[in-house]
């Protein structure tokens, strides 16, 4: 049983859900791509640099952001 | 006796690159300033600083496009009419020249022409309830736009009055396209706002001092 359910690609399942249910959620990835960008290339110069800060921005925003759906979403939920 | 002339060179204003400590020569900032607002990415290539330039001009101006795609070519447009004040076009402004064409066809249809320039629609902003136009847009509104027709208006000789609330076909017709336009370029006009800074002057991060000292040490 335990290595069936270790086969469930749970992420992406939760992933699809939440799209689903925010379908804004879709057309905000790419403006936290942008914002993530914006941000790396006004505190970096190097190209290199930049590059690394984008993903590191873009974990953040999208971290918070994500947390932030979460949060408003279970609150929609229990109420 | 002549005056020796001085020939001491202008100083330069620069920089310090975060990443290596290296001098970035800001060359004018106000004009690089006023090129960043008015392109996205201008004013870095005015400055030399060709990959963010080239990088800035692609993600805000492709931003900014999509935005106007999204929207069906109607979220931009500038309106300060009591019932209708456009507040996201404050946004959208910070993207430059490319929202110029929705103040000129605000001030044409708010003004004598009491229609946009040309009769065009391209960033017109909508037309509120009483509002008066000129016969000619009146008459090109009810055969390109499919929302409105003639009975749309009232006849009040040497114009027309608006009947409804144009804002309100838009957003029925468009759905939540309307207002992902608005939300791509309104991000794309604030955005623009740190680059417009980065130009000014130079980056926002500053080498720590253990910055400099993990770059000079030898890491053993």
Same mark, same amino acid.
């Given at each position: ?79 | ?130 509002? !008066?136009?000129?016969?000619? !847009? ?45 939300? !791509? ?11 417009? !800074? ?23």
């Amino acid at each position: 049983m335990i290595p069936f359910l270790a086969t469930i690609p749970i992420l992406p399942i939760l992933l699809a859900t939440l799209v689903d249910r925010v379908p804004g959620i879709f057309f905000g990835l790419p403006l936290v791509a942008l914002a993530s960008l914006v941000f790396a290339a006004t505190h970096h110069e190097d190209p290199a640099e930049i590059r690394f800060a984008t993903v590191h921005w873009a974990v953040w925003l999208g971290g918070i952001l994500g947390l932030v759906i979460a949060a408003v979403l279970l609150l929609g939920w229990f109420a | 006796m002549a005056l020796a002339r001085d020939k001491t060179p202008a100083p330069r204003i620069v920089a310090v690159s975060p990443d290596d400590g290296s001098a970035i020569d800001l060359r004018n900032p106000a004009l690089a300033a006023a090129l960043a607002w008015a392109v996205p990415g201008l004013g870095h290539l005015y400055q030399g600083r060709v990959f963010k330039g080239r990088l800035f001009m692609g993600a805000i101006l492709g931003t900014f496009l999509a935005g106007m795609w999204l929207g069906g070519g109607k979220v931009v447009y500038a309106s300060w009419k009591p019932g209708d004040t456009r507040w996201a076009f404050v946004c959208q402004a910070g993207a430059g020249i490319v929202t110029l064409p929705a103040v000129v066809q605000a001030l044409q249809l708010h003004g004598v022409a009491k229609q946009p320039l040309l009769g065009s629609m391209f960033m017109a902003p909508p037309l509120v309830a009483g509002q !008066y136009v000129s016969r000619g !847009y009146a008459d090109r509104l009810a055969s390109a736009d499919p929302d409105i027709d003639a009975e749309d208006f009232f006849d009040r000789p040497p114009l027309r009055q608006f009947r409804g609330e144009q804002v309100s076909h838009w957003q029925r017709r468009l759905g939540r396209w309307f207002d992902i336009g608005t939300l !791509y370029t309104m991000l794309a006009g604030m955005l623009n706002i740190l680059v417009i !800074y980065d130009a000014w002057a130079g980056p926002l991060g500053t080498p720590t001092d253990a910055d400099r000292k993990s770059r000079t040490t030898p890491k053993t």
